[in-house]
Structures are given as structure tokens and as C-alpha cells.
């Protein structure tokens, strides 16, 4: 049998790196939103 | 943003304890293949990931023709949503493939059909990313969008059917092997449960992304709108 261990280890590790990059990038992106909207919703009342 | 929905929160609980289940049937349930040794076990997310990204190209597909019908914003949100989502699966996809490939094909890369038709589908819909990147008018750029993610489309089932119709060296899951392929191997049953249950897993953690990700549509749209009436 191979000695592929490393080779899995890689695998999962760009699996999930990848998920939480695009789970932080959405994260991040519905906070900057909401900032937005409070800000021109501010405007607004102005 | 209106608050996160109880489906939606349920959606999420039930992703992490599906992917902690899932994580652990590949890396300990699943047997040691023979051949391969443990990089196999990337096979099972790999595929996973790959149907994901598919299921999100054909829901942005979808939202492309209910756009031109409807001119509703909404398939519009809904179409870039499934872009993105099947964007992030399908890279995963390309490379752990390439991980995998290593070791057993003893290169990260070969000009086969399946993994120049999976790159090409991939860079098809970076580029539709570009495309609404350059367009200013949401009305212009969602009509754009709807068209370039029809016609787009085409390279999905070319890059799904690469394998059938080519002589190839890519292993096939489901159906008979091409003589070529390098890498194949024959399920056993807890093989086949680590790998069912891990396509149950993405499909459900790829639905709450692009929940989530329509509902930061929605938002953009809002937020959009808002800059517009302020501006006028």
C-alpha cells in the first residue's frame, strides 16, 4: 500500500481552509452591509 | 438584514454536526484503500464538492431563464448566489483532485478531458463574475448575467459527460470505467457509506450557503436601492 498520508492531509486541509475563507468572506461582507444601511439609513433621517 | 430565519438556523447546526459525522466516516469509518493508501479518502469530499458546484451552476442556470421571463431581481440575487457557492465547490473540487493525482497519476496535472473541461467550467463562471464587475446598471447587468449563466451552463454537463465520452484516465463513479482509467477501486459497503453520506452532508451545508448567501443579495440590493434614492 502507498504512503499517501501526507497527500490526504493537504486534501482536507484545502477542504476546509477553502469553506472557512468563503464562510468568513460572507460573514464579512453581510457586516460591512449592515454597516451601510445603518449609515445611509442615518442619511436619511438627516 | 432581517433576522436569521429558525430553518435557516437549523440549516446551520444540522451542516456542522453532518460535517463533524462526515469527517469522521471518511477518516475512520471508511476502510484504507489497498492501492491508493489514504489520499483516497479526499475522494469522498472531492465528489461531493464537484456535485455541489454542479447543483449551483444549474440553480444559477434556473434563475437565468426565470429572469428573462419574470425581469425580477430576485432570480437575479438567486442566479449570482449559485454562481458563487458552485464557484467555491467546484475549486475545491479541481484541487483535490490535483492532491489526489499526485501520488497516484504521479503528476498534479494532465491535459485529460475531465480536468480541462472541470478548469474551463470553472474559468467560465470566474468570468461571469467579471462581466457584472464591469457593468454599472443592476437592470443591464442581471439581463447579462441571466444570458452569460444560460449559455455558460453548456460547459457543466460537457464537463459531467468528459469522462463518458472520452478516452480518459479519470476514474468513473458511477458506471463503467474507460481501460485507461488510473485510480479506480471498487466500493465496499462502508466505502459507500462514507461516500453517500458525504454527498447528503454538502448538499445540505451547500443549501445554507446559498441561503445565506441570497440573503447578502438581498441586502446589497437594499443597500443599492438606498444609495440611488438618496442620490436622485
Known sequence: MAETTNYMILGFAVIFVTMGVHLWSLYNRAGRLKKDLA???????? | MEPRPVALKVLDWLSVIL????????????????????????????????WVGMIGFLLAVFSGIMYLIKSDMKWDIIGLAGIEVGLVFSLINI?????????????WWTWDPRLVTATVMELVYVAYLMLRQGIEDPERR?????????????SVPLSFLSIRIWRTIHPVVIGS????????????????????????????????????????????????????????
Open chain 1, 39 to 46: 449609515m445611509l439609513e442615518e442619511m436619511e433621517e438627516e
Open chain 2, 19 to 50: 460535517l463533524l459525522i462526515a469527517s469522521y466516516l471518511t477518516l475512520f469509518w471508511a476502510p484504507t484503500e489497498a492501492v491508493m493508501g489514504n489520499v483516497q479518502r479526499v475522494f469522498y469530499f472531492h465528489v461531493a464538492a464537484g
Open chain 2, 95 to 107: 484541487v483535490t483532485g490535483a492532491i489526489w493525482a499526485r501520488p497516484i497519476w504521479n503528476t
Open chain 2, 142 to 154: 442581471a439581463r447579462f448575467g441571466a444570458i452569460y449563466a444560460i449559455l455558460g451552463f453548456v
Open chain 2, 177 to 232: 470505467n474507460d481501460p485507461g482509467a488510473e485510480g479506480t477501486f471498487d466500493m465496499t459497503a462502508d466505502m459507500q457509506t462514507a461516500f453517500f453520506f458525504s454527498l447528503f452532508t454538502f448538499t445540505v451545508f451547500g443549501v445554507a450557503l446559498l441561503w445565506h448567501r441570497i440573503r447578502i443579495g438581498r441586502l446589497q440590493d437594499k443597500v443599492e436601492r438606498k444609495k440611488m434614492e438618496l442620490m436622485s
